[in-house]
């Protein structure tokens, strides 16, 4: 008796945007919900996900369903070709050190200066850029939950 078995690829992504193991749980059900995706899993250490389909599952098809939930796919071999891991990293270091050179005033005042009016202004114009600019990728993460009904730590971090 011959048994017939069914061909299975894989695929690796990168995964842009996961700030914690709810975000890839969500990533991976997302995935596994796709025709012909057998089965998916998602490393949030790694920013990776693997998933195993059928050979006709189109690649865009699984990046749209990820993107609809506020996260980005990319593979591996196009995001080495472009840099972009490199490119990312390197955003994410010069968004830190802008976010901390503007934080750090505002910390000082905080502590070693009497709270008056223009203490608060100052404040509030050294913080605005790092909550709506710097923290722009928790909001836009958290948007895309709220519309899918549903939270994770990016909720809890755009409200607070």
């Not at 901390?100 to 750090?104: G, I, Y």
């Not at 990728?137 to 895309?144: E, K, T």
């Given at each position: ?23 890839a749980?969500?990533?991976e ?7 012909g995706v057998?089965?998916?899993t998602?490393?949030l ?8 389909t ?6 865009q098809?699984?990046?749209d369903?990820?993107?609809?939930i506020?996260y980005?796919?990319r593979t591996?071999?196009?995001d080495?070709?472009?840099?972009i891991h490199?490119?990312e990293?390197?955003?994410q ?6 976010a ?5 005033p505002?910390?000082?005042l905080?502590?070693?200066t ?5 203490s608060a202004?100052?404040?509030l ?5 790092v909550?709506?600019w710097?923290?722009s ?11 899918n009904?549903?939270v994770?730590?990016?909720t ?5």
């Open positions: 008796m011959e048994v017939m078995t069914k061909q299975t690829t894989t695929l690796d992504f990168d995964v842009e945007g996961m700030t914690c193991a709810s975000c749980a969500r990533i059900k997302a995935l596994v919900k796709q025709p057998e089965a998916a998602v490393n250490a790694a920013a990776r996900a693997r998933v195993r059928v050979p006709s599952v189109d690649e098809s699984l990046k369903a990820v993107a609809k506020g980005e796919l591996k071999e196009a080495h070709a472009a840099g490199s490119t990293e390197t955003r270091w010069r968004r830190f050190w802008i901390a050179a503007l934080t750090m505002a910390l000082v905080a502590m070693f009497e709270m008056n009016a223009t202004w100052l404040q114009a050294l913080t605005t850029p909550v709506l710097i923290g990728q928790f909001h836009r993460i958290a948007w895309n939950q709220a519309i009904r549903s994770g730590m990016d809890l971090i755009s409200l607070g």
